[in-house]
Structures are given as structure tokens and as C-alpha cells.
């Protein structure tokens, strides 16, 4: 079980995102797909904006990065998660500056449990990239996991603030307001 102590230098930099700048290594054309995606007012051009995002923060300027990423992208969604996590550490060892690097390796350590390293690689992720709705929506994931409501309402909040068609973090957050908790 996590403590709010552990959860504390994550949680306090999420909630004060605005502060922080993204990595000046970062694309320069995510701001502007990011302004794209808090402007569009279809789920089609919402969808498409998300994908672009996504795409620019998977790739790499080393085209050997990119395919070692793909290879563990893989491996995670194929259960190989020991070959994604070698892949992973080598990843985040070589390209200490790739946010998506760490996001992904954030992302094995909820899916293996290991919240402490999740939390970990979520701090270095946002470092990177303060934008990182993905990194955010997982530490709320990690809050709920461990039953830091408040924490995870918090971070599902900022996270549908930066990208307002998550409909699966709406619907988490119903679930979470204080009157259904005390339906169930």
C-alpha cells in the first residue's frame, strides 16, 4: 500500500503543472497539436489530434530508440513484460530525456503492480513533459489502486484539463463523486 508521503512529490507537481515548462528538447509542434486538441469539437478530430501526440512522443530522433520502443510497446501488450522491461531500462538509461521513455516504463510498473517505481517514472515523465495527460491519468490510477481518492479525483481533473476527450477519466470521475461513493 502506498503512503501519502510517497505519493506527495508526485501529487505536488501535477498540481502545480502550470509552473513547469516542457522539456526544451520537446517537438515544438506539440504545442500547437495540444491547443488542437482543447479546440476540437468533434470526437473524430479529438481522436486524430490524440494519435498525433501520441506519435510525436513515441518517436525518437534515433531510429534505433524508435524501434527498440516499438519492441516493447509489443512485448507489453503481449504479456512479454520482463523482455519490455530490459528493453525499457536500456531506454530510459541511454535517453534520459525521452519522456515516453520513462511513461512507458511508468506504465509496466502499474501493470506489474510495482507502484513506488510507477510513481518514480511518472515524476521524471512530467519533469520531461508537464503535458503528459497519460502519466497523469496513471497516478490516478496508482491513487485509486491504493484508495487516495481525493488524489485521484485531483489528478483525473488535471488530466481531462489538458485533454478533454479522456471519456473513460469522466466516467471514473462520476463514479468517484462524493455522493455515488456514498451509494455503494
Known sequence: ??????LDPVFHLILD??????????????????HALAAADDA???????ELIWAVWTSHEDRDAEEIMAEAIE??????????????D????????????????????????????CLADIERTLAIEPRHFGAISDFGH????????NEAR???QIALSINPHLEDLGEI???LAPRNLMLH
Open 142 to 149: 496508482v491513487c485509486l489502486r491504493n484508495g487516495h481518492l
Open 17 to 34: 503543472l502550470s509552473a513547469h515548462r516542457p522539456a526544451p528538447g520537446l517537438p515544438r509542434r506539440l504545442g500547437e497539436l495540444f
Open 75 to 88: 512485448g507489453m501488450e503481449v504479456g512479454a513484460w520482463d523482455a519490455a522491461r530490459i528493453l525499457l
Open 90 to 117: 536500456d531506454l530510459t538509461e541511454r535517453y534520459p530525456d525521452w519522456a515516453e521513455a520513462w511513461n512507458r516504463r511508468a506504465t509496466l510498473c502499474f501493470m506489474e503492480k510495482r507502484d513506488a517505481d
Open 1 to 6: 500500500m502506498i503512503s501519502p508521503r510517497t
Open 154 to 156: 485531483a489528478a483525473f
Open 44 to 50: 473524430g478530430a479529438a481522436e486524430e489530434t490524440e
Open 173 to 175: 470521475l462520476q463514479d
